[in-house]
Structures are given as structure tokens and as C-alpha cells.
């Protein structure tokens, strides 16, 4: 029995540990996509300053993702979290690239 | 639920920490040397001729134009420097292409010019400090791009390091000042808690701005789906990242006339008040060849003054930049900057410097913290004969690392200068010494590998100035005479280091003579049984 | 010796951060023991006040170093300056507190 409960601690921190370490980069590349469309106002003239504001805002994504991840009450909890925030800044973006084809 | 996000908090700070603890460590101390990296440059190339007297600067120029004429005539990239702050040197460089028939690779040459008769000194082959600072982002033997990758990385877990850090340390105000340099473990915190609270601006700004010089590469896929994938489309980005806004207007000056002396010239004219640190004629040969003009000493954070010079419309025109064009683009200028502290007088270079070692001293005393706090609660024997392992390892990159920075200047000295590969060679001593120090404190009771190595650093660094008067024609006091001030504080810093290592080294001493148990001292063998945990009684935080 | 503008500007703001900082430390119990040897600390009253004096000379610090340096040079030199003497002030309370006692404290 305790050997269960020393595994569930384990695969639960490893969970957060994927979580926030892959889970993190993808959502923090979306979100910085997401800053550029923002910034810009528009998807079709990105200025590249928009861009250059983006790369920069995501490593504060990144950080605000691990510290997420490490502060919910259960890895199930940050695993759908990470996974949905993905989903969905995915789907805002597929559609916004969609549009303005 | 306070309690519990305090104690994940908690957890994350220890693991960040330690993952890459080693590499941050070596990170930051590298990371600090760059910040004097012309006086250790000029330290090790000693036969550099230093000006410090009043030279003509249209000699100088005739002079070198006419190196450059001989040794790279069909180089598309000249470069002439004058002397300036903190670089008092005559110099050329330039641009050499490759070339298949005499194997020669395309790389950038220099030589450096005797301020008095014009020639050229044979100064020896180095790395340089610019090499050692290099590696802060670089890394060494590894691909330019796994380098980045790995301290980005680095970076980023630093970051969370830092946040989390200042999360669970909730008296950060009440405990600002605090050191209570007699309690064992409880000590070991407060000054991890002092050399992370009070440079803790500093570490913020230059963890961020690291991260944000690498960004290019870390966050490389958001280029590629926002502009355009391919090295070429990346190479695009950038320079229309970096576009600076410039003013630009003709100026009385016909084009047959233009050459290095009246670009100089004009130079002077326009702004009497600076100090011309660079002349440069860029793609030379072909028709957009321009002459680019830098100044010295700039005190702003704002980018450096630059002036181009080149011909359109059968006119001479003139490029003054700005400031970068895009509003992002002038944050992340300024977070450069700031990072790479050029604009910074002595005082700020010093401070710079200084808190560059506490954030290395905070990463030194985090790792031992934690081979500390996991010592007292080892019970096993395996996990006990690991973090004495840890432990030692830890004392060996701590002190091994400025030992091999040491190194790496002896080498500079001691490898003959007619050896080809001088310059890998003593990157290689630097790493070689660093494994060897690591292997040695393997080999040492616990009791005594603190103290073996802050001797062996002491002796090291002591002794630079030493081999520097047996090896070369300085010494420190020549160096008054001449007014060489770089070479003269590069050899008294390293005495100044070696004392701390050997006043160190004695503190410990007067410590353990006073049998106060502030370690457990057990040597490799005996950790596998160990004493009572009474020894350390605080309870940490 | 004639000392060059900057340096004195320099000497300024290591002063005023000094003072500040000090009587910041002060107003926290285990310093004020340390220096005074009094076993008790300030009373709430002295606190306040030596706390609003330790800020106003660290605001005076950071408003002088921005009207010498610009703002940003002179955050800079703020944020590095309260580095170095932060680092020295604890130097100080850690092993040799007895060399502030000449301030002082209480004041009323």
C-alpha cells in the first residue's frame, strides 16, 4: 500500500513536470502568437515589431504556466487546464488564419 | 490554501535550482569576467603597444590604410580603431573571405598598430577575454545552436528559480540585513537569502534580458509561423527587427572627394565634442560602399552613435541613427543594454561585476543548502554515499571554476606563442582543470576539501601578476610607470581575489580549530554510518 | 585632491541610502538589539518615525539620482548602489553592530 502511494506522488509530480515544461513551451508559443495578432489589431499586417513583443511577453507566459502548474490542487487539475488553454488558443488562431485566407 | 502553495512553491525552488545548477553557476561567473573583457584582453595579448599620449589621428589612419592595403585588398570590410576609454589601442581589422585555392577560411582578422612608428605588432594568438565571455552563452565544444537551446533553458528555470524564491520567503523585508554567521544551517540560508534579496533587481534584469537575447533562437517557431520559416526569412527578420530610425540628409561633400581622411574629417567637424572609436568601409568594391563611423564613450543606454557615410545620387549622404524604429524593438534595445552593461563607468562596471558574483555565490550556497538539508535526513547508504558525492562535486565546480578561469590566463602565459593552436589550447586547459579539480575533491576527506581548494585558488590567482613579470616584460610596477592601467588592474585584481580565497581559507581554519561543528565532518567512507542528527538542531524555514 | 563631479554624485547617493537603510534596520528588532544592547525594541511611536525617515531619505536618493542621470541611468545607479551598500550595512550589523550606536535612538 505504501509502495502505491510513494508511486502516485511520484507520477504526479512527473505529470507536472511534463505539464509545465512541454505543456508550457506549446502554450507559451500560442500565446505569443496570440500577442502578435493582438498587438498588431489586425492578422494580415503583422508589423514585425508585434512579433519582437510577442517573443518577449511568452517567457512571462512561460514562467506564469510553471507556477500554474505547481500551484493547482491535483496534476489531473493542471494537466486539463494546459491542455484546453492549448486547445483553444490553437482553435482562435486556426480560425484567425482561416479568415484572412 | 496557503500552507500548500507555499510547500509547492517550495518544492519547485529546490528542483529548478538544482537541475541546472552547475551550468547557471558556470554561467554566471563567465557571464561576470565579460564585463571587464578588455582589460582581460589586454592582459593576455601583452605585446599590444598601449597609446597613451596624444597621437595624430590622420598618421595613424595613413598608416593603417596602407596595412590594409597590402594585407587585404580584396577584403570587403575594413575596420580602423582608435584608441578609446577603455581599449587604448591602434588597431585593424578586417573581413578575410575564403579562399579555396590557399585553404584559407573566411574569418576576421586584426592586427594591432605601434602608436610611434605606425608598423604592426606580432601580438599572440588568444581567445581572449572575449572567448571566456563567450562561453556564458555559447557554451563550448558543442553547436552554436545546442549552446543557446541549453542556457536558454538554463535561463528559464533560473527565472522560476527567482519567482518562487521570492514566493516562499515571506520575512524578505524583516530578514533583509539578517546574517547569523554562527548557526550551522540557518547561516547557510541567510546568506543565500542576502546574496538573492539584495542584488535581487539585478538578477531579475539580467536573468529576463538573457532570456530575451536568446529569443531568436528559443522561440524560434513563432517566427516561423508568423514570418516566414528558413534560415534566410529568420536572417530577414532580424534585420527588420533591429531597423534603427536614422536621419538623413546630404551634406557639402563631393563624392570623388570621399575617403576615410574626409569622413574623419567630418567626423570631427560635426561632432567636435566625441571621441571617434571606429572608422569602417563596408562592402567595399562594390557600388553600395560606405564608410560607418562609432563613437566612444557614450553615456546613455540609448544605442551607440553611428554615423554612415556613402554616395547617392552623385551625392555624399549621411546616415545619423536614432533609436531602433519599432517600440518593441527599443524595449528589447534597452533590456541589451542594460545586460550587456557597455554603456557602465568604472563604478557601475564594478557593481555589475560584483553582483554578477552574488548571483553566482547565490547559486554556490543554494547547492550546498541542498546537500545540506538532505545530509542530516540520508539514512540509507546509498542515498548517503550520493549527496557526499553531490557534495563534493559541488566544492569542485565552486571553487574549480574560478580555478580554471585562472588557468586559462596561466595557459595564456605558459603556451609557446608560435603554437598554432594556441588559442584552442587554452580553452582546453580550462576545462581540463576543471574536471581535474572535480576529480580532486573526490579524492578529499570532507574535512579537508574546503580548505585544499581555497588554498590552491589563493595560490593561483596570487601568482598571475608573478608569472606575468617572469613570462612578459610587465609588471606592476612598470605598469604605473607607463600609465597602463589595464594591465595594472587586471594584476592587482587577482591579488585582490587570491587574499579573499586565502582569508576564506583561514576562516575556516580559525573555525574548525574552534571545534564548532557548523558541518558534520565525515570523510567519503565514514557517511555511510552516520552521527546523530543532534549535531544540527535548527529547524529551516 | 580635486574629485571629479561624478564621484561626489556617487558619494551623494551612497550616503543618502546609507542613512536610509540604516534607520530602516533600526526600526526591526533584531537589529536594534544587536547595535543598542537594549533588550527591548522601540516603541510603536519611534518605530513609524524612524521607518518614515528611512524612506524619505530613500526616495530623496532615488529622486537626486534621476535628476543627475535620467531616469534610467539613475534607476540603475539606484538599483546598484543599494546593492553595494546593503551589502555592507549587513557586513556591519552581522559582525560589528556596536559601530552604529552613536546614532541616537530612542528619540524621544
Known sequence: MLLLKNNRVFISTLIRVLVALFGGFIFANLAAILITYLSAGNAVNVAVDDIVTGLMVSFLVYAAVVIFVFSTKSALSATLYVTSSCLVSFAVISYIDRAIQ | MKGRFRQSMNWLHTWTGFIFGWLLYFIFVTGSTGYFENEIDRWMKPEMTIVNQHIDEYKVLASAEKYLNTLAYNSPEWYISFPAAREPFIGISWLQLADKETNTPREWRAKNLDPINGSSTDVRETGGGRTLYRMHYNLHYVPQVVGYILVSLATMLMLIGLITGVIIHKKIFTEFFTFRSKKGLRAWLDIHNIFSVLPLPFHLMITYSGLLLLMGISMSTVIDTTYGEGKSNHKRFYKEAHSDIKEKKFINLSPENLSLKTVLEDAHNRYKDQRVSYVGLKDRGTKNEHYDIWFDAFEGIESASAVEYRIKDKKVEIEISLGKSGNAASVYDFFEHLHEGLFANTYLRWLYFISGLLGAGMIATGMILWTLKRKKNAEKQQKAKFIALIERVNIGIIIGVPIAIAAYFWSNRLIPVSMATRSDWEVHSLFITLIACVCFCLTRPIKEVWTNMLWLAASVYILLPVLNVFTTEHNIISSVKNSDWLMLGFDLSMLFFGACFAIAAMIIKRKKANAIPIIQSTSLAESCELPPSSLIKEKVV | ?108
Open chain 3, 1 to 108: 585632491m580635486i574629485l571629479s563631479e561624478t564621484v561626489l554624485m556617487i558619494l551623494l547617493l551612497i550616503c543618502l541610502l546609507m542613512v536610509g537603510f540604516t534607520l530602516l534596520s533600526l526600526s526591526l528588532s533584531r537589529h536594534y538589539r544587536h547595535v543598542t544592547n537594549k533588550r527591548t525594541r522601540l516603541t510603536r511611536k519611534n518605530i513609524l518615525m524612524v521607518r518614515f525617515i528611512g524612506y524619505s531619505f530613500l526616495i530623496a536618493a532615488a529622486i537626486i539620482s534621476i535628476n543627475i542621470w535620467g531616469i534610467v541611468l539613475g534607476l540603475v545607479y539606484g538599483f546598484a548602489t543599494t546593492t553595494l551598500v546593503a551589502i555592507v550595512l549587513s557586513a556591519i550589523l552581522t559582525f560589528k553592530p556596536r559601530l552604529l550606536s552613536f546614532i541616537p535612538l530612542p528619540l524621544y
